[in-house]
């Protein structure tokens, strides 16, 4: 009941992002509960990554509102906990990463398109190992999905990439050819960003998101999904 209480008032602004909880012995005298339940309802807090708990003499329970890492965490846990198909995951990205794309093409900065020029160059270094190569190109969609500036996509992203490339058997398809095409759709991409073009894309980053998902498919044979933790 404290922590339901609490999580609505933060959530509502009453306790702004970084500013301080009641400390322990108020919240005891304020809701007649003992130390042991108010300790439980901030450690509930903790685990939903609505506070950070310091200790020392200027600790104490400070909020944090919920962001796009927040987004992440929740999603991979439901990706873990129903096991769900490489395939859902594949379709659910085709759905939301056009988007990512097309908004971008709105609302990117100047340092949303460095940051994808800066991915995408690591990408297309032929010299790199495979490990490096997906984490360049998983550091490119994300780019992707930050230059959208909408948390909610971003969080949903992040959760779904990190499942995809974690759960999926690269070395039995990606191959020089297949970093080059990667390479040239992803600047193709960002070259419809950069113009402020939303339409071309939406439609270069489905094309994108297709082939990989179609190449995938053909060398998969597991149906559910197994992340690291």
């Known amino acids: 009941m404290l922590a339901n209480d609490l999580r609505e008032r933060i959530l509502r602004g009453d306790f702004p992002s970084g500013t301080a909880l009641p400390p322990e012995r108020e919240l005891v005298t304020q809701t007649r509960m003992s130390r042991t339940t108010v300790r439980e309802a901030l450690r509930i807090l903790e685990v939903q990554g609505l506070v950070v708990i310091k200790t020392g003499r200027s600790g104490g329970a400070f909020v944090q509102q919920p962001d796009g890492g927040s987004v992440a965490s929740s999603v991979s846990l439901l990706i873990r906990g129903q096991q769900l198909r490489l395939t859902a995951l594949l379709e659910t990205r085709e759905a939301i990463e056009p988007a990512c794309a097309s908004l971008a093409a709105k609302y990117r900065t100047d340092d949303d398109l460095a940051a994808m020029d800066a991915a995408n160059a690591i990408v297309g270094d032929l010299s790199i190992s495979l490990d490096a190569f997906l984490k360049a190109n998983v550091d490119w969609h994300l780019a992707v999905a930050t230059a959208s500036h909408n948390e909610l996509l971003t969080g949903f992203m992040t959760a779904l990439s990190n499942a995809i490339y974690s759960s999926t058997e690269n070395t039995a398809f990606?191959?020089?050819?297949?970093?080059?095409?990667?390479?040239?759709?992803?600047?193709?991409?960002?070259?419809?960003?950069?113009?402020?073009?939303?339409?071309?894309?939406?439609?270069?980053?489905?094309?994108?998101?297709?082939?990989?998902?179609?190449?995938?498919?053909?060398?998969?044979?597991r149906t559910e999904i197994d992340i690291a933790e």
């Open 174 to 221: 990606v191959d020089e050819d297949v970093r080059k095409t990667t390479f040239r759709a992803h600047k193709t991409i960002t070259d419809a960003i950069r113009a402020g073009d939303p339409a071309a894309a939406t439609r270069r980053m489905t094309k994108h998101v297709h082939g990989y998902a179609e190449a995938v498919v053909q060398v998969e044979e």
